[in-house]
């Protein structure tokens, strides 16, 4: 087969071409004992899993950036921005290891799943997350910015 995409150039682009030429490929043998079908679909699973890697990530960012900016408590802080910045690195190395990887990302979707987190855990701590805003106040690009933090709401460093 002679591929297009390189499979260290973008993972996800090179399994979900992987998976298009082998059911090409069984069209075209139909005698060969192979269950192309399945393997094809098990190719693409695996670049599926590069992609639910990032999403995990990208909601423990988003979690404990909704705690740093919300939440008055000082104590766990310096936790959340270690959380921040270890999932920001390996995010940002996903993304280097397979570009095609960013247009996946549905932030608004993934925001949801780090608010109904956060919110959980500020109740926890006995903090009312009602003023958490109900749609993503952060970029993809603010996500993933190691510079880049909220402010806090409480005067917090």
């Known amino acids: 087969m002679d591929s297009r995409i390189g499979y260290d150039t973008d993972f996800l682009a090179w399994t ?3 998976a298009r030429l082998l059911r090409e490929a ?3 043998r139909i005698d060969t004992p192979i269950d192309w ?16 890697a990032v999403e995990s990530a990208l909601v423990r960012v988003i979690q404990h ?10 104590d766990p802080r310096g936790d959340w ?8 690195d390996r995010v940002a190395r996903d993304l ?17 799943t780090g608010r109904k987190i956060a919110a959980l855990g500020l109740e926890r701590d006995g903090i009312r997350p009602n003023g958490l805003p109900a749609d993503r106040p952060y970029s993809l690009e603010q996500l ?9 709401r409480h005067g917090l460093a």
Do not use: F
């Not at 399945?38 to 899993?49: K, Y």
């Not at 950036?65 to 000082?74: G, I, N, Q, T």
């Not at 095609?100 to 979707?109: E, F, V």
């Open 16 to 18: 979900e071409e992987q």
């Open 144 to 152: 993933l910015d190691a510079d880049w933090w909220p402010a806090s």
């Open 65 to 74: 950036l909704l705690k740093l900016e919300y939440s008055p408590a000082a």
């Open 37 to 52: 079908e399945n393997v094809a679909e098990e190719i693409e699973s695996m670049g599926r899993s590069e992609l639910r």
């Open 96 to 112: 280097s290891a397979g570009p095609s990887l960013r247009g996946r990302i549905d932030t608004a979707d993934l925001y949801r």
């Open 26 to 28: 069984s069209r075209e």
């Open 81 to 88: 921005k270690v959380s921040v910045l270890e999932h920001r």
